[in-house]
């Protein structure tokens, strides 16, 4: 399964991204399908990730990112939204498909990522 991440680019400080992560395969069911950031000089962290038949989704932290992931099972595409970026959100976001879980050895399929660069 490929996985196409598009979405990324710069941003201003205040601005708002959606990334979006598109399958490749007709026949596309994971269990999850997640986001993973890795800002420069730092791992990869997990971000957000959506059980892909129930759409139930787990956040590292809800309060302190302020993520939205969501899906389209009918386009096999998983999307990210955020708000009010800070130069904090800047790096490099993958998506994944795999297990429903926060951790990256979990997933099987990655993206190629894309950067999002947020300047003040």
């Known amino acids: 399964v490929q996985l196409q991440a598009s979405g990324g680019g710069a941003v201003q400080a205040g601005g708002s991204l959606r990334l979006s992560c598109t399958a490749s395969?007709?026949?596309?069911?994971?269990?999850?399908m997640a986001w993973f950031r890795q800002a420069p000089g730092k791992e990869r962290k997990f971000l957000a990730t959506?059980?892909?038949?129930?759409?139930?989704?787990t956040y590292a932290d809800p309060k302190k990112d302020r993520f939205t992931i969501s899906k389209d099972n009918a386009k096999n595409t998983v999307y990210l939204q955020k708000n009010d970026l800070t130069p904090e959100d800047t790096g490099v976001y993958y998506c994944?498909?795999?297990?429903?879980?926060?951790?990256?050895?979990?997933?099987?399929?990655w993206g190629q990522g894309t950067l999002v660069t947020v300047s003040s």
């Open positions: 994944a498909a795999g297990d429903y879980s926060a951790y990256a050895e979990d997933y099987e399929n």
């Open positions: 395969t007709r026949t596309f069911s994971p269990y999850g």
């Open positions: 959506i059980n892909w038949r129930t759409g139930h989704t």
